[in-house]
């Protein structure tokens, strides 16, 4: 059974960081290209950050540019998001995805991806 688990979530002052993690089983994710997304309660879920699965190019929503810095290991088993800078408007529920052989500029898109994490919940409080 394939699986995408993230942790890493919890409560931040405004300013601090998190590094969220998203561990991937039941098969391997080498040709996968990952992504992070995020949704508030009552509005849709939004791209946030992707990661190619070839040459492991990157791409940020203009929200956390700058800010955020998404990576991968070697083995294809784990993806992370590192968010500095948190502001309250980046509080949500962050799910991780996986496309198969994702690229540009679709993997923008949740319409793209197979796998889905269950959410781990980031609140940065004012």
């Known amino acids: 059974q394939v699986q995408l688990i993230e942790s890493g979530g919890g409560l931040v002052q405004a300013g601090g960081s998190l590094r969220l993690s998203c561990a991937a089983s039941?098969?391997?994710?080498?040709?996968?290209?990952w992504a992070w997304f995020r949704q508030v309660p009552g509005k849709e879920r939004e791209f946030v950050a992707a990661?190619?699965?070839?040459?492991?190019?990157?791409r940020y929503a203009d929200s956390v540019k700058g800010r955020f810095s998404i990576s991968r290991d070697n083995a294809g088993t784990t993806a992370y998001l590192q968010m500095n800078s948190l502001k309250a408007e980046d509080t949500a529920i962050y799910y991780c995805a996986a496309a198969w052989k994702g690229g540009w500029p679709t993997i923008a898109s949740m319409r793209e991806y197979e796998y889905w994490g269950q959410g781990t919940q980031v609140t940065v409080s004012s």
């Open positions: 990661i190619t699965w070839m040459g492991g190019s990157t």
């Open positions: 039941g098969r391997t994710f080498s040709s996968y290209t």
